[in-house]
């Protein structure tokens, strides 16, 4: 999401993700477009679903790093939260995902 943001990215994951117009940088707005879906398989577990709603959850100090090989030092340090991801959950059978930390 970063590359994307900072138009770095190749052109195919560009593409995947679309940028809000009349973006105007204001706190807690979303920078990109999280699309309407329908189903679990091809919507919510989709990564143009997911790469902008965790996004959204990176501190701005993150985002506004000017530096690519900074901003993959500082974000590996990062530790999110309410992450809708499941690679920050832990699966209990019969009981579903849970939240790790």
């Given amino acids: 999401m970063y590359k994307v943001a900072k138009g770095i990215a190749p052109k195919i994951l560009s593409d995947l993700f679309k ?7 204001l706190r807690n ?4 477009l999280i699309p309407n879906v329908r189903t679990v398989l091809n919507g919510t577990e989709s990564i ?19 530096n690519l090989e ?3 030092t500082k974000i590996k340090n990062w530790i999110p939260e309410d992450c809708p991801c499941r690679i920050c959950k832990c699966y209990i059978q019969g009981v579903g995902f849970i939240n790790s930390h």
């Fill in 29 to 32: 707005q979303s920078y990109f």
């Fill in 70 to 72: 900074t901003f993959k």
């Fill in 48 to 66: 143009s679903f997911l790469g902008p709603k965790i996004w959204n959850i990176v501190p701005d100090e993150l985002k506004t790093l000017e």
């Fill in 19 to 25: 940028v809000k117009e009349n973006n105007y940088s």
